[in-house]
């Protein structure tokens, strides 16, 4: 694994962060941005502004901090089914009519994005289908035995990204 930039986010991604990231990306062509947030339509949502830029009114003033090259590391279900394991799923939270919104609003907008977004459309569409939501700090709070960085650190070098 080479040099890489970790990106998470609390709350919406503002400008000055994603041009940071953007101008790293540009600088740095070789290095790895990994986009890390919790499993819920709000997560990806903030991901994918950094991967293909803002859906606001101002977009065109950003168009150009879209760092395309972002991976994303996770939390994706198929980490949150590895965590929690057999354990009771009471760390895994109802959807509510909001986070149903934020997610149609995702499939909506999937069809301006083009096919590099299918990895990120169907971890919506399963999220949709089963109600559920997952934040990585409870989850690896739940299960005692990983702390963020381990996970973190785990999924990079097993290359657990898209």
């Known amino acids: 694994l080479g040099d890489c930039i970790i990106v998470t986010g609390c709350g919406y991604p503002d400008v000055a962060t994603r041009a940071l990231v ?20 709000h997560g990806i949502s903030l ?15 950003a168009r150009g901090l879209a760092v395309e090259k972002m991976r994303w590391l996770g939390l994706r279900l ?8 057999d354990q009771d799923s009471v760390l895994l939270l109802p959807m509510t ?23 990120y459309l169907d971890e919506v569409e399963r ?16 299960v005692g035995e990983v702390s963020i960085e381990g996970f ?10 898209i």
Do not use: W
């Not at 089963?130 to 700090?137: A, S, T």
């Open 78 to 85: 198929h980490q949150v089914e590895e965590l929690l394991g």
């Open 127 to 142: 999220m949709l289908q089963l109600g559920i939501k997952c934040e990585l700090q409870q989850a690896l709070m739940g």
């Open 47 to 61: 991901l994918l502004t950094y991967k293909f830029g803002s859906r606001s009114n101002r977009a065109l003033e």
């Open 22 to 41: 953007s101008r790293l990306s540009k600088k740095l062509p070789d290095m790895i941005i990994i986009g890390v947030a919790d499993y819920n339509p």
């Open 152 to 161: 973190i650190i785990d999924a990079i070098l097993r290359e657990d990204y």
């Open 97 to 119: 009519d909001k986070d149903a919104g934020v997610a149609a609003g995702l499939v909506e907008h999937a069809c301006f994005l083009g096919p590099e977004y299918g990895a």
